[in-house]
């Protein structure tokens, strides 16, 4: 069975996601090397805390011509840019002991040897083995943009808009988070997969989902391609909220290489 995640966004932030996201100007992203489009606009269903239906709201970024490699490169990335690069082993010099050879050259029948922290002998040293070094990856403030912006409007098929999501967590209570997911169609019972995104950390909020294991919660700063490259078009006859015919397209990962593609998981993205 596919885990759906849903990827839930405070209503009172969607401009900000285009401002922060994309510069400002939208005119600031032509002179990215990766060729763009014109601003892609895509109604998004926005509902209430409840549940029920409020309306739609407007999307408007910039997406990449090239979607798949601009994204799999920021993913690529992120993910380089996780690494610590910390592992060390020492090699035979670095291994304390070992100076005085172990026995004389000749007349023993045994191979010969210098020292008793060889590679080849226990407690000896490692060859070739990793040295602590940087993974760390550069890229373009405006291709991040471009990254994000793409990847969101690519979510637009399985998103939705949630108003005043912070203000009704009055208490720290798992129960009523989970009750808040039930009511957007989340199988909490199969532990569909969630990520939420606030505009600012909320403690009640951070608190209430804290303690379920399908549910992640994120600030809108720490939005990452990562998460937002799982989702995956919806099929033909998926009745999602606010799809749109020109929002099929957005999203065409495949051509990732299967060496840096994310495991895709369909996903329902909820912004707000």
Do not use: W
Not at 21 to 44: C, D
Not at 109 to 130: C, D, I
Not at 132 to 148: C, H
């Amino acid at each position: 069975m596919a885990v759906t995640r849903h990827v839930l966004l405070l209503v009172t932030i969607a401009a900000q996601v285009a401002q922060a996201y994309m510069g400002g100007a939208a005119s600031g992203l032509s002179k990215v090397s990766v060729r763009t489009s014109a601003p892609q606009m895509a109604a998004v269903p926005v509902v209430t805390f409840e549940g029920t239906k409020d309306g739609e709201a407007n999307v408007d970024l910039k997406v990449a011509k090239s979607g798949a490699y601009i994204i799999q490169r920021k993913v690529v990335t992120e993910q380089a840019n996780m690494r610590l690069g910390t592992a060390c082993t020492k090699t035979r010099s670095d291994v304390r002991g070992g100076g005085r050879k172990p026995y004389k050259q000749k007349g023993t029948g045994r191979a010969r040897r210098g020292s008793s922290r060889s590679p080849l002998l226990k407690g000896g040293g490692v060859t070739f083995g990793p040295k602590p070094k940087s993974y760390r990856l550069k890229m373009n403030k405006k291709e991040k943009r471009l990254a994000i912006s793409t990847a969101l409007m690519s979510a637009i098929p399985k998103m939705a808009l949630v108003e005043d999501l912070d203000s009704h967590f009055t208490a720290p209570r798992t129960k009523d988070m989970k009750a808040f997911l039930d009511r957007l169609s989340v199988d909490t019972e199969n532990r569909e997969s969630t990520l939420v995104i606030t505009k600012a950390r909320h403690e009640n909020t951070y608190l209430a989902a804290r303690n379920i294991p399908y549910l992640n919660l994120m600030t809108l700063d720490n939005i990452n391609a990562r998460d937002l490259v799982k989702v995956r078009a919806p099929d033909a006859n998926d009745a999602s909220p606010g799809l749109s015919s020109p929002c099929r397209h957005f999203l065409s990962f495949r051509n990732i290489t299967r060496r840096h593609r994310v495991a895709g998981q369909a996903k329902k993205v909820f912004i707000a």
